[in-house]
């Protein structure tokens, strides 16, 4: 979408900027004190707000909290299995918890949040085989086409390689996969990159390369479970991607973009000119506009 960003988005990336929140990506020592301070227990608890006009379920696999949030009134069978983002290492945000019960109410049907153990404690070869049994305990009595696989940054990644993995095992893929300014290449070295990284208000490449390492767990960087864009992205569900031109990530969206054109693959590619990582978490006029789209892909 070409269009100039909302009054509303301006002055967030203004005060993103101004209380330099930046500066957690930007210098690796400061990520790795993030990782170390940030670490709450009472995170895995949704907040109150989450339970307004819906219902709230726990089911924990292998000692994964997985919280499933249905309207009270539900009308659809459709079910996302949604992953959070936080580069690997951060914690699920209330962001997470408002938008998953806005997306649970607008379509009428149930979304699934795990929260998922982190790096550095949980590395890759852990996670990914983590969440491919919870989408099977989760989901598996939902039939494949109701089915919805969603998330944003390392959350959109995981649920990329999630897809790859259901089809190596010979599962059922999704109708859809869904990701949200996805971290599709750990290895963060597009020539395009260090030019985003400057319009960027949030992200930065020094820290994703640190979290990338704490979450390699001695993996190489360009593996797909780590950078999916390097997977075969073949014989999956119906793809989606949504990303913002203030995104460093931009480049790695725009090369799967090609990739999979390339590749026969079909993509619905939606570009939000000048909004940032994780937009769509938000309440701006940009991200009522991509859930507006996010709820017809949910319930098509």
């Not at 070295?189 to 030019?195: C, F, N």
């Not at 190489?220 to 999916?228: H, K, N």
């Amino acid at each position: 979408m070409r269009s100039a960003p909302s009054i509303r988005a301006r002055a967030l990336i203004t005060a993103m900027w101004l209380l330099r929140r930046k500066q957690v990506y930007a210098d690796p020592e400061k990520l790795r004190e993030s990782v170390d301070s940030g670490r709450r227990h009472d995170r895995e608890e949704p907040p109150s707000l989450i339970y307004r006009g819906t219902q709230v379920t726990r089911t924990d696999v292998d000692g994964t909290a997985c919280y499933t949030i249905r309207p009270k009134a539900l009308t659809s069978a459709k079910h996302v299995l949604y992953c959070h983002g936080g580069a690997y290492v951060h914690e699920i945000q209330r962001d997470h918890w408002e938008f998953t019960r806005r997306l649970a109410l607008r379509t009428g049907g149930a979304v699934t949040v795990p929260v998922y153990p982190l790096a550095p404690g949980s590395t890759c070869a852990e996670t990914v085989p983590l969440v491919r049994r919870i989408h099977d305990r989760v989901l598996g009595d939902t039939e494949p086409h109701s089915r919805i696989l969603m998330g944003d940054s390392a959350g959109g990644a995981l649920s990329l390689v999630l897809a790859e993995q259901l089809r190596d095992h010979g599962k059922d893929q999704p109708k859809e996969i869904v990701l949200l300014s996805p971290w599709l290449d750990a290895t963060m070295t597009d020539p395009a990159e260090p030019a985003l990284d400057r319009v960027d208000p949030y992200l930065s490449v020094p820290g994703l390369l640190e979290a990338a390492h704490l979450y390699a767990g001695g993996l190489p960087l360009d593996d797909p479970w780590l950078s999916p864009l390097n997977g075969k992205l073949t014989g999956l569900g119906r793809l989606s991607l949504f990303i913002g031109t203030r995104d460093v990530l931009l480049a790695d969206a725009r090369r799967f973009r090609d990739v999979t054109a390339e590749r026969g693959v079909d993509l619905e590619y939606w570009e939000y000119e000048g909004m940032f990582h994780a937009w769509m978490l938000t309440t701006l006029a940009e991200a009522q506009d991509a859930t507006r789209r996010l709820v017809h892909i949910v319930r098509r």
